[in-house]
């Protein structure tokens, strides 16, 4: 949660920024050079303010949640409003709120894994969304076999039942 809350930040410039190796202190916004003394000196001020109250990046956005930085983080990997990224890693550069990514990862994520929509038929091949219209495209010979064998199997069904 911390790489991911790190890399949003980063993205939206909000507390840090990226130059090479030197990152800018959320406080001042003085650059402070990673491995130099400055950055020793920003770690002991963090650990300082650790009892700073604060609110979710979020607040205005749907969060209510204040507290302090020792539970930021906790909040932060439940915030239903905090942008997060796909875990799939479809794309490193959006970022959505957990209910956003919720409906992505089921309808949109070009990376999740999905059934083919002839399963209940018998084809039983499982691709990501992104490779499922190539599936589609060329099954088209295997899925109308299997569709023929499926509409016999019921006419078999239907005739059974109604001798009974």
């Known amino acids: 949660v911390k790489q991911v809350l790190y890399k949003y930040l980063v993205s939206i410039n909000m507390a840090a920024s990226i130059n090479g190796d030197d990152i800018s202190c959320p406080f001042c916004e003085c650059t402070v050079t990673k491995g130099s003394r400055n950055e020793e000196d920003l ?19 749907g969060c ?11 909040h932060v990997s439940i915030c239903d409003y905090f942008p997060r990224p796909c875990p799939l890693e479809c794309d490193p550069k959006v970022f959505m709120p957990k209910q956003i990514l919720k409906v992505h990862l ?12 002839y399963k209940w038929a018998g084809c039983e091949v499982s691709l990501s969304r992104s490779e499922m219209n190539t599936h589609m495209h060329d099954a ?20 059974t039942l109604k001798a009974e």
């Not at 088209?140 to 005739?159: C, E, F």
């Open 43 to 61: 770690r002991t001020l963090l650990k300082i303010k650790l009892n700073v109250p604060i609110e979710c990046a979020m607040n205005g956005k």
């Open 64 to 74: 209510n949640w204040q507290g302090d930085i020792t539970q930021f983080w906790d």
């Open 106 to 117: 089921q309808k949109k994520c070009p990376l999740r894994r999905v059934q083919c929509e």
């Open 140 to 159: 088209a010979v295997l899925h109308t076999q299997l569709l023929a064998k499926a509409a016999k199997s019921y006419r078999h069904t239907i005739s």
